[in-house]
């Protein structure tokens, strides 16, 4: 099932991406962007937070989808083509604080991946698109259009995550640099 191949890839999307890193490196930040452990713990409340409310919404029966035509768009958009556009602003619930425990977030995070598959494995196939967790952005996301949510915005995120992994990178090795000509 494409649903549970895409969730299988969200721990190698972004914790196989942070493997190895530690120590400061968790927190240095380019100016103006989030750091690693703000850009997991980010990944980690929006997987919590779907996972939470579908475990809370297990009896409900007879839900019905609530989207604006601009949530209805924005959702067919970035679930349909897989990309998110050029200088979204993540929502406020979403915003981690400034230096999380990567730890924490890493746990966060697997657990909620976790329960997620739980729920997948649990709940008869048609139920998966019967119940619906509002997204602040896209409106009401079914099951398997969260987990797409997230597979796109873990895909999204890994991207800058290897962008500031290439500056830590670039960074150390011109401390090393200065040092060893010092």
């Known amino acids: 099932m494409k649903v549970q191949r895409q969730l299988a890839a969200l721990e190698p999307l972004i914790l196989g991406r942070l493997r190895g890193t530690g120590g400061n490196d968790w927190h240095r930040r380019i100016p103006g962007k989030w750091s690693l452990a703000q850009v997991l713990r980010h990944l ?3 997987v919590d937070y779907s996972a939470t409310t579908f475990e809370a919404r297990a009896a409900k029966t007879d839900m019905k989808r609530r989207a604006t035509p601009r949530q209805a768009l924005l959702r067919h958009l970035i679930l349909g083509l897989g990309k998110f556009p050029k200088g979204g602003e993540a929502p406020a619930g979403s915003i981690p604080e400034d230096r999380p425990d990567p730890e924490a977030a890493t746990a966060q995070f697997r657990m909620g991946v976790a329960r997620l598959e739980a729920l997948i494995e649990a709940w008869p196939k048609p139920r998966l698109t019967r119940i619906f967790v509002k997204h602040p952005v896209l409106g009401d996301l079914n099951l398997p259009e ?3 949510f997230h597979y796109v915005h873990c895909r999204h995120h890994g991207r800058q995550i ?21």
């Open 44 to 46: 980690a409340i929006g």
């Open 146 to 148: 969260w987990v797409r």
């Open 162 to 182: 290897e962008a500031r992994l290439r500056w830590l990178r670039a960074r150390g090795d011109a401390e090393a640099e200065r040092a060893s000509t010092a």
